[in-house]
């Protein structure tokens, strides 16, 4: 018997509608309300100056760490503008601008960043789950909430995000077979910005993409131009629309780029070439949205200004509000609460040291 090429039934596409200049391939456009072309850029403005912003609070100490967004606008809300209320959004810890899409307010960043687990709760009217930093967990967590939602014959679907470095988890393989297998609504979208920390793409994988990963497991990938918003919607609506109808999950690879450090307490300086950084800013998904928007009459240069404005001091009124609630907010001696359930003798003594302490007034050593 001679040996025989297998014919396997999924192909890989790599799809760009808006290229870097911001000039559109006419033909590929999808067809987006100006409504809806309007309230994306305006989510992607907030994303970009509220990142700049929680940057800036963290240096002057106003904030704990963060893991800044900068470049991954379009790969979220290209994605995430396509589920309903009641879908469900399983991010990790890099979607700020895909969880204020969903509802998240601005107050809840600034105070859960500053250690206040009162920001981490999802208020109960959103199918969303929260941040989640154990890398790739959140994906069994997703395929789960897609099992239930077809167990309850329900036509929710369910949307989650992780980066490259996710890819090499077990928790990634298990979620896309046990996805795949029981064809479960969901659609992984992962964030390929080029780096894990300071593990580059190509010490993740061996493959040529992220996308053909999902040969393997029997479902539909795509890699897309994920600095390119109209790229990621017009995957993602197909992906969403097929999960809809019970054609189960589908692998979106959006091609992007952290721009910005790891979080707050990395310096890339010492893993990555500024020559690399330079190339991807050229890249910004913001500024050529942006020129599409003006070329195509959907935004004027006056708007445009407005609503640099209008976006600086709503982002300026969450920070005063923030800072207000968290005056009010929090005990310190509820560090001592979660952990155990009956303190060890050694923490004990400590929670009646600071407990003294705050009722004396004296500072607390740090
Ligand atoms: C299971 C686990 N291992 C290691 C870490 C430490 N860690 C936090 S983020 C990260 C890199 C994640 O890279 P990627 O999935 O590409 O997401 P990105 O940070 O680029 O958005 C690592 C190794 C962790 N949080 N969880
Ligand atoms: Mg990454």
């Given at each position: 018997m001679p040996r025989t090429p297998i014919a396997l039934s999924e192909r890989i596409e790599y799809l760009a509608i808006l290229n870097e200049k911001g000039q559109l391939d006419a033909e590929l456009e999808p067809d987006i309300s100006g409504e809806m072309l309007l309230r994306l850029y305006r989510a992607m403005l907030v994303g970009r100056r509220f990142d700049e912003r929680l940057l800036d609070l963290q240096r002057q100490g106003r904030i704990g760490t963060f893991?800044?967004?900068?470049?991954?606008?379009?790969?979220?809300?290209?994605?995430?503008?396509?589920?309903?209320?009641?879908?469900?959004?399983?991010?990790?810890?890099?979607?700020?601008?895909?969880?204020?899409?969903?509802?998240?307010?601005?107050?809840?960043?600034?105070?859960?960043?500053?250690?206040?687990?009162?920001?981490?709760?999802?208020?109960?009217?959103?199918?969303?789950?929260?941040?989640?930093?154990?890398?790739?967990?959140?994906?069994?967590?997703?395929?789960?909430?897609?099992?239930?939602?077809?167990?309850?014959?329900?036509?929710?679907?369910?949307?989650?995000?992780?980066?490259?470095?996710?890819?090499?988890?077990?928790?990634?393989?298990?979620?896309?077979?046990?996805?795949?297998?029981?064809?479960?609504?969901?659609?992984?979208?992962?964030?390929?910005?080029?780096?894990?920390?300071?593990?580059?793409?190509?010490?993740?994988?061996?493959?040529?993409?992220?996308?053909?990963?999902?040969?393997?497991?029997?479902?539909?990938?795509?890699?897309?131009?994920?600095?390119?918003?109209?790229?990621?919607?017009?995957?993602?609506?197909?992906?969403?629309?097929?999960?809809?109808?019970?054609?189960?999950?589908?692998?979106?690879?959006?091609?992007?780029?952290?721009?910005m450090m790891h979080t707050t307490a990395d310096d890339p300086k010492r893993y990555r070439t500024e020559a690399e950084v330079e190339t991807w800013r050229g890249r910004d998904p913001l500024t050529r949205f942006q020129k599409y928007l003006l070329d195509k009459g959907v935004l004027s240069g006056h708007d445009q200004l407005e609503l640099d404005t209008e976006v600086l001091q709503e982002i300026q009124r969450a920070v005063d509000n923030a800072e207000k609630q968290m005056q009010i907010m929090g005990n310190p001696l509820d560090m001592f609460n979660h952990v155990y359930a009956e303190l060890p003798p050694y923490l004990a003594g400590q929670r009646e040291e600071l407990a003294r302490e705050l009722a004396t007034g004296k500072e607390v050593p740090s």
């Open positions: 893991p800044p967004i900068k470049g991954q606008e379009a790969a979220q809300l290209g994605a995430v503008a396509h589920l309903r209320p009641g879908d469900w959004m399983v991010p990790s810890f890099r979607e700020t601008a895909a969880e204020l899409w969903r509802g998240r307010t601005l107050e809840s960043v600034i105070i859960c960043n500053n250690g206040f687990s009162e920001g981490a709760v999802i208020s109960p009217d959103h199918n969303d789950l929260p941040v989640s930093v154990p890398v790739g967990s959140q994906i069994l967590h997703a395929v789960g909430l897609g099992w239930a939602a077809r167990y309850r014959k329900k036509d929710d679907i369910v949307m989650t995000f992780f980066g490259d470095g996710a890819t090499s988890e077990g928790d990634f393989h298990e979620g896309m077979n046990f996805g795949a297998v029981f064809q479960v609504p969901v659609v992984f979208v992962c964030q390929n910005n080029q780096w894990a920390i300071s593990t580059p793409v190509a010490r993740q994988t061996r493959s040529a993409t992220i996308a053909q990963k999902a040969i393997a497991y029997g479902i539909p990938g795509i890699q897309v131009d994920g600095n390119d918003i109209l790229a990621v919607w017009a995957a993602a609506k197909e992906a969403t629309d097929r999960a809809r109808a019970g054609g189960g999950p589908t692998l979106i690879e959006c091609l992007t780029y952290r721009v």
